[in-house]
T-cell receptor, first 113, second 115 residues
Framework: DAGVTQSPTHLIKTRGQQVTLRCSPK?????VSWYQQALGQGPQFIFQ???????QRGNFPDRFSGHQFPNYSSELNVNALLLGDSALYLC????????????FGQGTRLTVV | AQSVTQLDSQVPVFEEAPVELRCNYS??????LFWYVQYPNQGLQLLLK??????LVKGINGFEAEFNKSQTSFHLRKPSVHISDTAEYFC?????????????FGTGTKLQVIP
């Protein structure tokens, strides 16, 4: 079982650019949630996808968008990157929309310069 | 709305000594509670969870936590720590409603085990 896989592991982008991060959930999981973890902080919930629709959203601007595919994998898109978007982006997968146990990937470290 | 407070940002403890990492939560409804561990440059690993039932929850690596509804706490304990327990620990809460939910994390506690 490969667990939750995220790509790429590291990424450097320039302010104003756009970025796409990818996540493959653990086998058998159908729900994907995305989190932003700034340096020295706890993860902050961005949004959750279930049945290819955004079900819950945290306090993030519309520059943050996502998608879930029929195979349950997911993408996180961030437009018009700001320096403050530099963080570790974590993907978590679970079974069903009620998270009784979420499995996390290793994360994508995004640096905006 | 729900929130989590981890009172200690860093906890140094000698190897083989006991440790308690404190977590308090706020929610107007019933909650699920979790403790996760994060090793450097890695994702989060679930240590234990409280969904319902017994208030004393046992997890992996010898950790346990006790849910106290009256004090809205979910403190994590280990009777004897090892060097390998050095990591950052996050308490998290979720309040399922409407069939969908988000998980709210605390700011984390760095556990430093001293040889």
């Amino acid at each position: 079982d490969a667990g939750v896989t995220q790509s790429p592991t590291h990424l450097i982008k320039t302010r104003g650019q756009q970025v796409t991060l990818r996540c493959s959930p653990k086998s058998g999981h159908d729900t994907v949630s995305w989190y932003q973890q700034a340096l020295g902080q706890g993860p902050q919930f961005i949004f959750q996808y279930y049945e290819e629709e955004e079900r819950q959203r945290g306090n993030f601007p519309d520059r943050f968008s996502g998608h879930q595919f029929p195979n349950y994998s997911s993408e996180l898109n961030v437009n018009a990157l700001l320096l403050g978007d530099s963080a570790l982006y974590l993907c978590a997968s679970s079974i069903g929309a009620v998270n009784t146990e979420a499995f996390f990937g290793q994360g994508t470290r995004l640096t905006v310069v | 709305a729900q929130s989590v407070t981890q009172l200690d940002s860093q906890v140094p403890v000698f190897e083989e000594a006991p440790v308690e990492l404190r977590c308090n939560y706020s929610s107007s409804v019933s909650v699920y509670l979790f403790w996760y561990v994060q090793y450097p440059n890695q994702g989060l690993q679930l240590l234990l969870k409280y969904l319902s039932g017994s208030t004393l929850v046992k997890g992996i690596n010898g950790f346990e936590a006790e849910f106290n509804k009256s004090q809205t706490s979910f403190h994590l304990r280990k009777p004897s720590v090892h060097i390998s327990d050095t990591a950052e620990y996050f308490c998290a809460v979720t309040a399922p409603s409407g069939g969908y939910q988000k998980v709210t994390f605390g700011t984390g506690t760095k556990l430093q085990v001293i040889p």
